[in-house]
């Protein structure tokens, strides 16, 4: 019953958008994002030789071509909360500030609680501007980092 209370809050109108990592997603969504940067960068090409390249079906493409997106086609000028879970080891927390720098990403605020069994939380809120590096690759490369457990997008404004 908890359970069910507790979904019931994803399932309102209001919640039409996710953010969904690409190794989730299924392969066909990923080929029509493929396809679209095709057609985008490609002049002449057809959205048929698009589809062959990628290897789906026309109806396919154009039943999700509305409705799939890069994260970071659109995340210039926006801010990203980011929630990671890393081991409590001297040096991490700067490493990981300091890749956000190297992107160019503004730091807005971060919060650490307090560690737990060697394991800290930590919530951090970015402003990606128009010079910042890709969100994609940094994001990437924070994840990467050794004691890192993992890196979620919580929200983004």
Same mark, same amino acid.
């Given at each position: 019953?908890? /359970?069910? $209370?507790d979904?019931?809050?994803y399932? *309102?109108?209001?919640?039409?958008y996710? %953010?969904v990592?690409?190794?989730?997603?299924?392969?066909?969504?990923? !080929?029509?994002?493929? #396809?679209?940067?095709?057609l985008? @960068? $490609? !002049?002449g %090409? +057809?959205? /048929?030789?698009?589809?062959?390249?990628?290897?789906?079906s026309?109806? @396919?493409?154009?039943?999700?071509?509305?409705?799939?997106?890069?994260?970071?086609? *659109?995340a210039?000028?926006? +801010? %990203?909360t980011?929630m990671?879970?890393m081991?409590?080891?001297?040096?991490?927390?700067?490493?990981? &500030? *300091?890749?956000?720098a190297?992107?160019g #990403?503004n =730091? &807005?605020?971060?919060? /650490?609680?307090?560690?737990?069994?060697? %394991?800290a939380?930590?919530? &951090?809120?970015?402003? =990606? &501007?128009?010079?910042?590096?890709s969100? +994609? #690759?940094?994001?990437?490369? =924070?994840? /990467?980092?050794?004691?890192m457990?993992?890196? !979620?997008i919580? #929200?983004?404004?």
């Amino acid at each position: 019953m908890e /359970q069910e $209370q507790d979904m019931s809050r994803y399932s *309102n109108d209001e919640d039409k958008y996710f %953010i969904v990592k690409k190794t989730t997603l299924p392969e066909v969504y990923q !080929k029509v994002v493929e #396809a679209k940067r095709l057609l985008d @960068s $490609q !002049k002449g %090409i +057809t959205i /048929q030789e698009a589809t062959d390249a990628v290897g789906i079906s026309r109806s @396919s493409f154009y039943k999700y071509k509305d409705d799939v997106f890069p994260f970071h086609d *659109n995340a210039r000028g926006k +801010t %990203i909360t980011l929630m990671m879970q890393m081991d409590d080891e001297p040096g991490l927390l700067s490493k990981m &500030l *300091n890749l956000v720098a190297q992107y160019g #990403a503004n =730091i &807005l605020t971060i919060h /650490q609680a307090i560690p737990v069994n060697r %394991i800290a939380m930590l919530t &951090l809120s970015v402003e =990606i &501007l128009p010079t910042s590096g890709s969100v +994609t #690759a940094m994001i990437t490369e =924070i994840e /990467q980092l050794v004691g890192m457990h993992y890196v !979620k997008i919580i #929200a983004r404004e």
